[in-house]
């Protein structure tokens, strides 16, 4: 992509839903044109404020935000329970917490990971002594309604809940105006970390995973909840190779919208989106997480997703109107019989997916039956 700045750019907009869909679709496919035609690509920002989509000054500040040009805010030194938490500008983990800072009972021992919601850490529970992991909501988005809204409910519905393949939420707080989330430390890496390292993963090793996903996303939906952000980061894989699914940060219940996700806004990851998410969350069902799991195992199984243009919403488009690929046209030793699971998964119509998510593990389960030859290594 000519321009580094405008997938980051696409990612935040279509985070927080300030420009509609169809102009960013219409300006992907007009820097798309100029490219194919040999002239000069046109910056993002630039086709948006010329379309009428956002003004400049909305622009700008939408911008900063997006590239983390706004300065961190300093907190007041004290403290009611242990260190205040340390602030580095500039760094990752600005506004966060490190390693020796305390939360409630909790004191943190490592940084984990970090997400668009803000840091997972490792910690110690100062009473029982269990290691546990900590989410902690940072930057603009502890400071935004909506990110605290949203933060809350993950907390409420991930302690609500009660299945071998979610991650577990213990319990959730504040402490020094921090919103933080307590949940199960999962020791093993993520799936992305897992494809990181190892590129495609062997067949069973894909079933199996996509399996255990899809019946912690039957149990879900039997809940009235659509995920609506599965991808390879957000399934965990411990010791004993069982995968987990984990961030409900984006989460729906069905019929009972939140405050935090009624809107049309699109929210997920553009890379994994299925069609009639990207046109609105309010069109995402739960056939819309078969899809985000079709594309995942299309990634597992081949090594790379099936759209890989840098541009978040060329992704976006891509997803909107070119099918899925054979995973046999990437990577030709794929079995037929693991496929024509990821084909069935993601259709563009959800009519033609699976009907449910017990469907879909039903039929990765069968493809673990010793009688098959899944590829092994």
Known sequence: MEHREDAILCQHLLRTGAVPVAHLVASAEAQRAARAAGQPVPRLEELLVARGAIDRERLEAVRRAALGLVAPRRRRAGSSSGRRPRV????????????????????????????????????????????????????????????????????????????????????????????????????????????????????????????????????????????????????????????????????????????????????????????????????????????????TLFHAATGRPPFTEDSGVVVLSRHLFDEVPDPRAVRATISPDLAAVIWKLTRKEPARRYATAAEAALALEALLAPTRRLQAA
């Open 88 to 295: 580095e500008e500039g760094g990752p983990d600005a506004d966060g917490v490190g390693p020796g800072d305390r939360l409630g009972h909790f004191e943190v021992t490592a940084r984990v990971a970090r997400g668009s919601m803000g840091a997972v850490l490792a910690a110690r529970c100062l009473r029982t002594g269990e290691r546990v992991a900590l989410k902690v909501l940072a930057g603009d988005r502890a400071r935004s309604d909506v990110g605290a809204r949203r933060f809350v409910q993950e907390s409420q519905l991930a302690c609500s809940l009660r299945h071998e393949g979610l991650v577990r939420g213990l319990a959730f707080g504040v402490d020094q105006g921090r919103r933080y989330f307590v949940m199960e430390l999962v020791d093993g890496p993520s799936l992305r970390g897992r494809l990181k390292d190892a590129g495609a993963l062997p067949e069973r090793e894909v079933a199996l995973a996509g399996a255990q996903v899809a019946r912690a996303l039957a149990y879900l939906h039997g809940e009235g909840i659509v995920h609506r952000d599965v991808k390879p980061a957000n399934i965990l894989i411990d010791c004993d190779g069982r995968a987990k699914l984990c961030d409900l940060g984006l989460a729906r219940e069905l019929d009972l919208p939140s405050e935090a996700t009624a809107s049309g806004d699109t929210l997920g990851t553009p890379r994994y989106m299925a069609p009639e998410q990207a046109r609105g969350a309010k069109e995402a069902g739960p056939s819309s997480d078969l899809y985000s799991l079709g594309v």
